[in-house]
């Protein structure tokens, strides 16, 4: 990845990947507006300190690197499957929108475990709430990824089953050809009851999380908590 610019006052840093053959995809990361800290002072900071541990920083180089280009092209086999992951991610990021729309997850946490992409997904409700809804959307055949759920370890079997506090769902996806086996992995947990969620409600509310939104990913008690624990504090 390389750094091509910062804008909006610094809060939207522009990147580009190249690969040996000159491709090149674009890529945005905007900050909340929470945070006093602009993208200028984060790259500042990372920069001083890969330097000061004896790393070179190659984000805004121009092109690979002698170093660089010679890892891929001894690795074609490698080459192909982090393309493909790259391919998957891609598609992930396009679709990012349904973990926030038709879930009701407070927390998502995504990777590439250089095999598989791994989904870590939070609920605050005592089961994994919705997360059917996200499969069918995530597999669906004109919109969604080209994949399908391969294996499923669950057991709340919504909407009708009892909830079940610190429960964990499993998804294995499969792609449709056969180089593309289990591409993704999701795994949704829910909430263990009587947890306080006076840290996550805080965080969202600072980085403009919409009420309604809110509603939906935490329990009408959960948000009363903290706003009481809120007023409480602003009372002293």
Known sequence: MRVRG????GRQLLLHSLDSLGRAASLVLALPGGLSEGWEEIERRHRHWCEGNGLRPLWTTPGLGPVES????AFPSLERSRERRAAV???LLRRIALFHTVTAFYRVQCWDDGD?????????HPRARWHDQLLQRLCHPRWGLPVNVSDRFCHCAEPYAPYQWGHTCSFYFAGHTTEQDDPIYLRVHASPEGRDYDRQIKTLRRTG???GWMSRAFPRHAIQHHDQHYQAQQLR
């Open 89 to 91: 991610g891609s598609a």
């Open 209 to 211: 999380a919409p009420a």
């Open 70 to 73: 010679a890892c891929l092209n």
């Open 6 to 9: 910062i804008e909006d006052c």
């Open 116 to 124: 598989t992409w791994k989904i870590d997904a939070h609920t605050a």
